[in-house]
């Protein structure tokens, strides 16, 4: 289930669009570029997050809290990057789902 933070972010989001609306509006941008703006923010951020929430609520109910304890460790180079097993299952549930 989501809880306050996830609600939180979500809400930031409409925030954050609603700011670059009338950000567009100052600037004197024309509708069409306006509605180019914003349907490009709602199909790379809002989408996402709202599917990323309800997934992970998905995962996160069939294995508790069990997945976030365990880490991947990826080495690239001489970078070492450290992925939870649960982010790597929300990852992989989606791209199967949205295929």
């Given at each position: 289930m989501a809880n306050r933070e996830d609600i939180s972010k979500i809400r930031n989001l409409f925030l954050i669009l609603i700011v670059i609306i009338l950000s567009c509006s100052?600037?004197?941008l024309s509708a069409k570029t306006v509605d180019s703006i914003i349907n490009?923010?709602?199909k790379y951020v809002i989408i996402p997050a709202f599917t990323s929430l309800i997934v992970?609520?998905?995962v996160d109910s069939l294995t508790g809290q069990s997945l976030k304890?365990?880490?991947l460790i990826i080495k690239i180079g001489?970078?070492?990057l450290s992925v939870t097993v649960y982010a790597l299952t929300v990852v992989i549930v989606k791209f199967l789902i949205f295929r």
């Open positions: 100052v600037i004197g490009l923010f709602v992970g609520s998905l304890n365990y880490f001489h970078i070492k």
